[in-house]
């Protein structure tokens, strides 16, 4: 497997992160009309999470109001969730409803029989909007589809209107705790775990702009026996603690394979465990100078990243662990079965073992008690934890037990976002690509190009996937300027700096108009800012993200190919749908922790 070291081997990343302000979207008011309406229970399905707050700036949870307004008051017994999503046919609207289908479908189950069609119940819907000033036009289309054409008077109080971006968060001050990255002390640092903190990294800085106060955790892998293994490895070979990583690792293969066919070598491992567990002065010393070789080499890769993290490893918890597992056992969450204390979630699951029948604690062990810190201490009102699918399960065990011992009072989110499996073969070509490709910039700004595309492909390829997904990683197909791909995103970035450049307009226009199908496209992508992050939020997924980017930056080429924009008609205007752009693609970029490049 090639390791996230010898992926990163220079490239060096230098832009400040930025901290840019978002444009909020109008909350158009709804009114509702009250009299005669019967409700029933649980009819009005509201969003109690903190994310609500920032629902009501976008387009989409604007107009999703607007919907269910209109279809509680006109079919009260209705209590599904409303279906409003972009239109994939533009020519049709911008937005699209398909509930007067489905609500159709349920009066015919009720035996309701007034609403001959789907339309029927949609032209009822659509009576039911009072407030229209956002709209051109509301149309119905096909067995019942209602489809929302935006106002220009209203994409461009949109494209005008700025907000701070802390008006997007919630109304009450909200902890997020994020365990990313975690790799493990004298191992090398693998793709696995870069995975984990480019995606990490991303949910933090979406987090941290819309309010939230986040805590980054590194929680590496720097106890237990395999430290005691490879201490007195070290020792019987007079090998340096101040040794690299790579060599650490090459150490630690070599203990294993000793410690698996010779038992006096074993026996005096286990010796050295209890030394370090009791913080022998000499084996502690020995332990912490293997750590800070190993911490030395993961905080070159985060300098490249720009990676802002806190490490916390499990040895933080060690001393926690044996109280935490009493609570548990008096309050018989976990069980002993043949001498190990267990977890068992179903009856046909293998149970999660969280002490050894040797008296050894392990990973479940460490993730119990620093569970409960980040609850009790910590004071985390949610906590997401970014690891590779395959530990799902164990995750599911651990929240669990959480959740049962009243740790939260159910009252503190646990997640875990997982993610596939990265194959990798990755090795660096940007500075020859540059080269060969042709360009004006000189040598000097060739080297630092081809090292924020490198590390700008690294990333986006991690974030631009679902991270639920396996994928192989290529270099063939980052450097793809047609594709889905950060070199797309980045010479879009610079297209849009170099018209900007060249333009004597700068700001606002007395009279902002749209003249043509493509400026109005590309003002709605603009506008659809807030929906982009809402859905980033709710799904714990930066693809969504890298998603609407991509979007903004085929829109505005779209939109760069049909329009003349210095010079043309509608300059004014077509300057500062550049700019708002311009302004939008940084913050993207910023968020998904990448540096936007002015020149290519």
Not at 53 to 58: A, K, L, M, N, P
Not at 78 to 101: H, R, W
Not at 279 to 290: K, N
Not at 389 to 415: C, M, P, R, S, Y
Request: net charge negative.
């Amino acid at each position: 497997m090639v390791y996230a070291a010898r992926l990163l081997r220079n490239v060096a990343f230098q832009s400040n992160y930025m901290r840019i302000h978002v444009e909020s979207g109008r909350q158009t008011a709804v009114r509702r009309r009250t009299g005669g309406v019967r409700r029933r229970p649980g009819a009005v399905r509201r969003q109690c999470s903190a994310e609500a707050s920032v629902t009501e700036h976008t387009i989409l949870g604007t107009l999703r109001g607007m919907v269910e307004s209109s279809v509680r008051e006109r079919f009260p017994d209705y209590d599904k969730p409303i279906d409003v999503a972009e239109c994939a046919n533009t020519s049709l609207g911008d937005f699209q409803s398909s509930s007067a289908m489905q609500i159709f479908s349920a009066l015919a189950k009720a035996g309701e029989t007034s609403f001959r069609s789907p339309r029927d119940v949609a032209d009822e819907i659509v009576a039911g909007i009072s407030e229209r000033e956002m709209f051109d036009s509301i149309t119905i289309a096909g067995p019942g589809f209602i489809n929302f054409r935006l106002s220009d008077n209203y994409i461009r109080s949109e494209l005008f209107r700025e907000t701070k971006s802390a008006e997007l968060g919630p109304t009450i001050k909200r902890h997020v705790l994020v365990d990313f990255s975690s790799p493990n002390i004298a191992k090398e640092m693998h793709v696995g775990h870069l995975r984990s903190t480019i995606i990490g990294d991303t949910l933090c800085n979406v987090f941290e702009f819309c309010g939230y106060t986040t805590t980054r955790v590194n929680h590496v892998g720097d106890w237990g026996t395999q430290f005691g293994m490879l201490i007195q490895f070290m020792k019987e070979n007079g090998i340096s603690p101040d040794s690299s990583v790579s060599d650490l690792q090459a150490c630690y293969k070599q203990a294993k394979q000793k410690f698996d066919v010779d038992d006096d070598f074993k026996a005096k491992s286990k010796d050295m465990v209890v030394k370090l567990q009791s913080y022998d002065p000499e084996t502690a010393h020995m332990w912490r100078q293997i750590c800070s070789a190993s911490r030395a080499e993961f905080q070159t890769i985060y300098d490249r990243l720009k990676i802002r993290i806190v490490e916390k490893g499990e040895s933080f918890y060690n001393d926690m662990i044996p109280s935490v597992l009493d609570e548990l056992q008096s309050k018989r969450l976990i069980v002993e079965d043949a001498g190990a204390l267990c977890i068992f979630t179903e009856s046909d699951d293998t149970p999660v073992i969280c002490r050894k029948s040797d008296g050894g604690f392990n990973y479940a062990s460490t993730d119990l008690a620093a569970v409960r810190h980040r609850i009790m201490s910590e004071k985390a009102d949610k906590i997401i934890y970014v690891t590779d699918q395959g530990q799902h399960k164990h995750f599911k065990a651990i929240f669990k037990t959480a959740n049962e011992a009243g740790w939260g009072d159910a009252q503190v989110a646990l997640e875990h976002v997982g993610f596939g499996v990265v194959l990798d073969e990755a090795e660096e070509r940007c500075f020859k690509f540059l080269e060969e490709k042709g360009t004006n910039l000189t040598t000097d700004e060739i080297k630092h190009a081809s090292k924020v595309l490198g590390v700008s492909s690294v990333k986006y390829a991690d974030l631009q996937n679902n991270r639920l997904t396996n994928y192989t990683f290529s270099f063939d197909r980052m450097l793809d300027l047609k594709g889905n791909t950060a070199m797309y995103l980045q010479y879009s970035h610079a297209r849009v700096a170099t018209i900007l450049q060249k333009s004597s307009f700068a700001g606002r226009p007395d009279q902002f108009s749209i003249s043509h199908e493509e400026e109005r496209l590309l003002a709605i992508q603009i506008i659809k800012f807030q929906d982009a992050l809402l859905t980033t939020l709710q799904d714990l997924a930066p693809s969504k993200l890298c998603e609407y980017l991509y979007t903004l930056c085929s829109t505005f080429n779209n939109f760069y190919a049909e329009c003349k924009v210095i010079g043309g008609d509608n300059e004014e205007s077509r300057i500062y749908l550049c700019e708002r752009t311009l302004y939008t693609m940084k913050l993207t970029f910023s968020l998904l922790g990448i540096e936007p490049l002015e020149r290519l």
